[in-house]
């Protein structure tokens, strides 16, 4: 249980700055975790802690870099076993080529929706976001999407395929983590967000249970 202790601790910068230390070479480390097959508390509590991690995005330009390459870890378990086309294929990173018929994703349905947001995270930079398309996530997020049972983590994934997909941002505004947004505007939003949860409540609410004549 030391993974989710991690990602707890991650969330102050104190300790986000530790584990981006180059020199310590922590988050290499915990790379490999993102697909441990034998707990979903650890993945989680290392999807969590990288998530975390990319908050920072003063180290976007060395998370998605050689030293690190952190994306394809993060997409390796959003994939599934997709027979692309030779075009797309080449588009992907080596790791995500090729995959075998019984390639699985990851089945914790929030662990996967905390993949999707720290990809999301890494494209708050303009060149995050051009390295994020370089790299092919488009194509794994389209099947994950297409795939995706849950609708929150299927919301998740769009708007990331929207942030790729659409034009950039004026100038001035393309660190989306630093956007000062309009008071109003963020009123609205937080108002969107609630209308978008409370419908997603009803989607899985259970259907009251009706007791049945028993047949004489």
């Known amino acids: 249980y030391l993974a989710p202790l991690l990602s707890n601790v991650s969330q102050r ?21 993102t697909q441990y097959p034998d707990s979903s508390v650890r993945r989680g509590g290392v999807v969590g802690t990288l998530r975390n991690c990319c908050f920072e995005h ?3 330009e060395w998370l998605l870099g050689p030293e690190v390459d952190i994306l394809p870890f993060l997409l390796l378990p959003l994939a599934g076993p997709e027979d692309f086309s030779e075009e797309e294929m080449e588009r992907l ?20 929706k905390m993949l999707v947001e720290a990809i ?7 060149p995050g976001r051009q390295q994020v398309r370089d790299q092919g996530a488009y ?16 919301a998740a994934c ?4 929207q942030v790729l997909i659409g034009d950039e941002p004026e ?5 989306l983590l630093e956007v000062q947004v309009p008071e109003d505007v963020e009123q609205q939003l937080q ?4 209308r978008e949860q409370e419908q997603l409540e009803r989607e899985l609410a259970p259907e009251p249970w009706v007791e049945r004549a028993t047949p004489t």
């Open 171 to 175: 100038r001035g505004m393309e660190n």
């Open 58 to 60: 003063r180290h976007h």
């Open 158 to 161: 769009e708007k990331l395929i």
């Open 191 to 194: 108002q969107l967000d609630c």
């Open 139 to 154: 194509l794994i997020l389209r099947e994950l999407h297409s795939w995706e049972p849950e609708p929150d983590v299927r």
């Open 93 to 112: 990173p080596v790791d995500l080529q090729y995959l075998p018929p019984d390639k699985q994703r990851e089945p914790d349905a929030d662990i996967r």
């Open 13 to 33: 910068p104190a300790a986000r700055a530790f584990l981006l230390d180059p020199d310590r070479c922590v988050v290499q480390r915990l790379l490999p975790l």
């Open 120 to 126: 999301m995270l890494l494209t708050a930079t303009a």
